[in-house]
């Protein structure tokens, strides 16, 4: 099978991929490969369904241009395919002094990208939209929204395969090959020659795009984050989204309440070590995937420097009064027994070998690839602008 351009991944950003290149330039002959026999089995599947607004994002970050640009194509894309989403607004909320000061960085921060509808709530005006909720200072952020991204994916998949495009299920990627003039896609059940490879392969990123590049120096850590979802008797004491101030260490870390658009309200998640790259219990181990985590000498400068913030994640995950003690911090009417198991995700961490968590998208090209080697949160609501960034720097090479 010979094609111009393969790309390996079945979630959102690799469909969105596909979608925009053939969208772009619809002569060329593409094939998207997925090892699941479903897609958006993993990363996309088991997200929380946010519409991030580009609140949290360094100005002029790849995440920011593109979580914001991204924003709007999505809303777009929504409304022109009928995909229902709801802008309900999210309030970050402070619950400590030494967070005031940070909030105020987050406000001028969200002005700094664009976002000039957000505000600054009194407590009286907190109140009137979240009664239930605790807090000293308050931002309100009209832009965010809930949305199903797994019913966004398989229009993208829909679309990519009226452009002519194929979609493979259940094809594990075994080995890339480089050869003078192609390279070419072995899964577990054919071979794929191809003048390009797109690299979206998430959880195993880092290993697709060792082999089309040796200027790779990072490992994808995996990072569950468990929820529990509040009983319906319970679901009336949030109105909106509901976030503390984040830290700035770990961005993706803190407790939240989260509305469904298909029902229901998520609190959570903590963020722990997984012990393989796609472990969504505690008791799925992979012995060699854990050392390689264990092993990288970037992990293990994160962890000898933040073990404090660690241990405290690891504990909530063990214990659910801990969990509801750090969500009581939000709204201290929440009890233990009104927390239900909810699921869990994965989330795909860059991490270099100097102990940097990545905090931006990382797009690494090779002679004969693309590789999208960090693309976590808020990839889905940047699904449309990541790929038509990477549908570019694709086409530039036809």
Known sequence: MKYDIVVIGGGIVGLATAYQTLKKKPSLKLALVEK????????TGNNSGVIHSGLYYKPGSLKA?????????????CSENEIPYELCGKVVVATDE???PLLENLYKRGLENGL??????????????EPHVNGIAALNVPYTGIIDYVAVAHKYAELIQAFGGDIFLG??????????????VITEKQSLETSLVINCGGLYSDKLARQTSEEVDLKIIPFRGEYFKLKPEKEYLVKHLIYPVPDPNFPFLGVHFTRMINGGIEAGPNAVLAFRREGYKKS????????????WPGFQKVAMKY???????????????AFTKALQKLIPEIEEND?????????????????GLLDDFAIIEADKAINVCNAPSPAATSSLSIGNTVSSLAIERF
């Open 284 to 295: 799925q181990i992979h012995l060699g995937e854990l050392a390689e985590s264990l092993m």
């Open 36 to 43: 699941e026999t479903e897609l958006c089995k993993h990363q």
């Open 98 to 100: 030494f967070q005031k």
């Open 307 to 321: 073990w404090k913030t660690g241990f405290g994640e690891m504990y909530r995950s063990f214990s659910k009064a």
């Open 116 to 129: 000039d509808k957000i505000s600054k709530l009194s407590m009286e005006a907190l109140k009137e939209i």
């Open 65 to 77: 241009r593109n979580c914001i640009g991204g924003y709007q194509m999505l809303l777009d894309f």
């Open 171 to 184: 094809e594990k990627v075994t080995g890339i090959k480089q050869s003078t003039g192609s390279a070419t």
């Open 339 to 355: 927390l239900v198991d909810g699921g869990a995700g994965v989330r795909a961490q860059a991490c270099d070998r100097t102990g």
